[in-house]
Every structure is written in C-alpha cells, then in structure tokens.
C-alpha cells in the first residue's frame, strides 16, 4: 500500500500564476478530503468529496480555489491566480466508510 | 462542531506514560471521539477513536469520561517518535464522518 500521494512535494510560483495540486487516493477509499495547514490557522478543511461527488465546499476560501475528482483514483486542486497569502502545506487524505483519515506527505506552496 | 479544549503543550521523559487530556463539553450524544497525531514536516495521523468505551489500540488507549465530556488519550510508554502535535476531535457519525475539524492540539516533547 502506497498510501495516499501528493505531487508536487514543493511548488513555488510568481503570484499570479496558475498552480495545480495533484493527489492519488488509497484505492478503495470513498472519500478524499483536501486541507491547508499555516502556523496561523491551522489546518483547514477545503473540501471534501464522496465517491467523486462534491459534499462539502463550504471551506474552499474564494472562487480562485477550484477541486475536481474526475475518478476515484484522482483529484486536483487548482488556484488560479494565485497570491502569496495562498503559501501553505496542502494535504490530501482519503478515507473508507469507516475508519480513520489516511494522509498524504503534502504539498509546500510558496507564492512569491 | 463540538468545541475542545487541550492544553496548548506537555512534557513527558522517554518511556514514562503520557496520560493528554481533552475537554469536549458541548459532544452530542452521537459524535465520536478522534484522536489524531502530527509528527513533524508529515501528515496528520490517525491514532485512535471512540464512542463510549474505553478503546485500546497497538498505539495508544482511549479513556473516555463516563458523561463523555471529556477523554484522555495515553501512551503507555512515550517514545522519542511520540514528539508530536495531538489532536483531540469530536465527530458525528453516519453522513457527517468524513468532516473533521482540527484544533490547535497540544504539543508533545519527549525527553530522552
């Protein structure tokens, strides 16, 4: 089992600049879930899907923020453009029906 | 969401047990409790959860109050690899599962 697995591991980007965040969910997890982590605010649920449908986006902080799930094997993050206060680690995690959250190594943005 | 309350950070000497407690007054007779762990530069990771009984694991125990407002997670015997950020989160069960919301956690040091 690889566990759940982010790409890029860095990213740094001129603001203003389209970035997409890639994750690969463990396979037979229903549900992925996409969070940033700043030392200001913790970590923060974006959004999260449930067999590939949108439940919840309510965290995603404006429309620059886009999530897609296109198959139960993958899902992106995109922001577009991007502004230095988008700089954070992003996770991804998945999850089975039941049972705990399975976290990948995440994604270091840096928007300069 | 239930509000937690878990003290901002606490010591332990290697191989001592770690009793991190949580105060979760306001949890609905149907949330369980979470436990999560995040070592530094990873993702969080799944520790232990529970619902009423007391819960034992290969990594930790979970003792919950007998009111439920409260929980305390244990390391029977800390570990070096035990330094870490412990989160504490109560959660509804059935449609609602998959969303959970991070505190501010209490951070662990572990001296050798």
């Known amino acids: 089992d690889a566990g759940v697995i982010q790409s890029p591991r860095h990213e740094v980007t001129e603001m203003g600049q389209e970035v997409t965040l890639r994750c690969k969910p463990i396979?037979?997890?229903?549900?992925l879930f996409w969070y940033r982590q700043t030392m200001m605010r913790g970590l923060e649920l974006l959004i999260y899907?449930?067999?590939?449908?949108?439940?919840?986006d309510s965290g995603m902080p404006e429309d620059r923020f886009s999530a897609k799930m296109p198959n139960a094997s993958f899902s992106t993050l995109k922001i577009q453009p991007s502004e230095p206060r988008d700089s954070a680690v992003y996770f991804c995690?998945?999850?089975?029906?039941?049972?705990?959250?399975?976290f990948g190594s995440g994604t270091r943005l840096t928007v300069v | 969401d239930a509000k937690t309350t878990q003290p901002n950070s606490m010591e332990s000497n290697e191989e001592e047990p770690v009793h991190l407690p949580c105060n979760h007054s306001?949890?609905?007779?149907?949330?369980?409790i979470h436990w999560y762990r995040q070592l530094p530069s990873q993702g969080p990771e799944y520790v232990i959860h529970?619902?009423?009984s007391n819960v034992n694991n290969r990594m930790a125990s979970l003792a919950i109050a007998e009111d439920r407002k409260s929980s305390t997670l244990i390391l029977h015997r800390a570990t070096l690899r035990d330094a870490a950020v412990y989160y504490c989160?109560?959660?509804?069960?059935?449609?609602?599962?998959?969303?959970?919301?991070f505190g501010q956690g209490t951070i662990l040091t572990v001296h050798p």
């Open positions: 989160i109560p959660n509804a069960g059935g449609t609602s599962y998959g969303k959970l919301t």
């Open positions: 899907f449930n067999n590939n449908v949108p439940i919840d």
């Open positions: 995690a998945s999850s089975p029906n039941v049972g705990g959250y399975t």
């Open positions: 529970g619902l009423t």
């Open positions: 306001t949890i609905s007779g149907t949330d369980y």
């Open positions: 396979s037979g997890h229903n549900s």
